[in-house]
């Protein structure tokens, strides 16, 4: 992978995305003309990562503008507002997605006194910056993260949190590459993250072409290699963190903090400071998205299951806070008590 890569680009008047759902085995880009077109690229799993789909959200807010046409202020903010219900609807427990659509709302209303077309123009520079200032934090926090781990590691992710969940570079994987790239010799054991395998499907495909060497698991895998010794640490995004550090990421990632645990091995959480959520007290408060039976029946277009078996299908778990040695974000590094160091964070910005 072109060590710049994103999973979006902006071309003439239309968002482009990285079709997610389609990796490994072909790169498609999917055409977003309009609002609708990036929330059902968002619900349908075509972009993913919880900074990934605030900046396309941020982008179709910027669609909704430009398309609201060279009518007056009204019309383009009625354009904007109801551009941004409909994407924040998408998808619940990212809280970047809220935290996008509503700095673009907020810097429409700082331009609604310019004629609409400058507006417009002006929401799309937003979402560009909103971008680039993601990269900037993931490699901010990639030399942070990268500072905790000794000069020969062996650690485990889950799912994906790398350049193609991010505006580039990466969260939990930034701060593998980083350490990669500082001469630390950096081995990574993939979990494949059922149901959506974005680790199987995504994760090892970034660390392939980045040269970093991994070695692909099934989930249930990984207790025994903790327990064999061969995890020095495990490194997880995140979708949203509560004021008490308790973490909601991918399914699955609370029973690698429980076992991480019980083996004495450190286990980070790697996230902007976009995805804290501080107006939550605890992760029992985050929305946990129920997503569709047939991702856990089927792999792809493959049933796994009997034809009517009941299924339970939570997208993301809560990982309390007790397990979590540190939360990394590009202000800095956190840790216990989190009530503190989290709102110091943001305070000090």
């Known amino acids: 992978m072109d060590e710049e890569m994103r999973c979006f680009a902006w071309r003439g008047d239309v968002l482009h995305l990285l079709d997610q759902t389609r990796l490994p085995q072909q790169e498609e880009w999917l055409e977003c003309h309009s609002a609708g077109d990036v929330a059902r690229a968002i619900v349908e799993m075509r972009v993913r990562g919880a900074p990934a789909i605030g900046i396309a959200a941020a982008f179709g807010v910027a669609l909704a503008a430009l398309r609201a046409g060279a009518g007056d202020s009204s019309e383009l903010m009625a354009a904007i507002e109801q551009a941004g219900q409909t994407l924040v609807q998408t998808?619940?427990?990212?809280?970047?997605?809220?935290?996008?659509?509503?700095?673009?709302q907020a810097r429409a209303q700082a331009l609604k006194m310019l004629d609409p077309e400058e507006a417009a123009l002006a929401?799309?520079?937003?979402?560009?910056?909103?971008?680039?200032?993601?990269?900037?934090?993931?490699?901010?926090m990639g030399m942070l993260g990268q500072a905790l781990?000794?000069?020969?590691?062996?650690?485990?992710?889950?799912?994906?949190?790398?350049?193609?969940?991010?505006?580039?570079?990466?969260?939990?994987?930034?701060?593998?590459r980083a350490a990669h790239e500082q001469g630390k010799e950096i081995h990574v054991f993939v979990g494949e993250t059922r149901p959506f395998l974005q680790g199987a499907r995504l994760t090892a495909w970034e660390l392939q072409r980045l040269g970093i060497p991994f070695t692909l698991i099934t989930d249930s895998?990984?207790?025994?290699?903790?327990?064999?010794?061969q995890v020095d640490a495990v490194i997880v995004g995140a979708d949203r963190i509560a004021a008490n550090g308790d973490v909601a990421n991918k399914i699955g990632t609370y029973s690698l903090a429980v076992l991480a645990f019980a083996h004495g091995i450190p286990f980070y959480s790697v996230a902007p400071t976009s995805t804290l959520d501080l107006s939550l007290s605890d992760g029992a408060k985050i929305p946990l998205e129920q997503r569709s039976p047939r991702e856990v029946t089927h792999i792809g277009a493959v049933p796994v299951a009997p034809e009517g078996a009941p299924v339970a299908h939570p997208a993301f778990d809560s990982t309390p806070h007790r397990y979590v040695n540190a939360i990394v974000t590009e202000r800095g590094v956190a840790r216990a008590p989190y009530e503190e160091s989290l709102r110091r964070l943001v305070e000090e910005a």
């Not at 998808?91 to 673009?104: E, I, K, Y």
């Not at 929401?123 to 901010?140: G, H, K, M, P, S």
């Open 91 to 104: 998808r619940p427990t990212a809280v970047n997605l809220a935290w996008a659509v509503q700095r673009m």
């Open 123 to 140: 929401l799309l520079q937003e979402a560009r910056t909103i971008a680039e200032e993601d990269e900037a934090a993931n490699r901010r």
């Open 149 to 176: 781990l000794p000069a020969k590691a062996s650690v485990l992710t889950h799912c994906n949190a790398g350049a193609l969940a991010t505006g580039g570079y990466g969260t939990a994987v930034g701060m593998i």
């Open 221 to 229: 895998m990984a207790g025994h290699f903790m327990r064999q010794g």
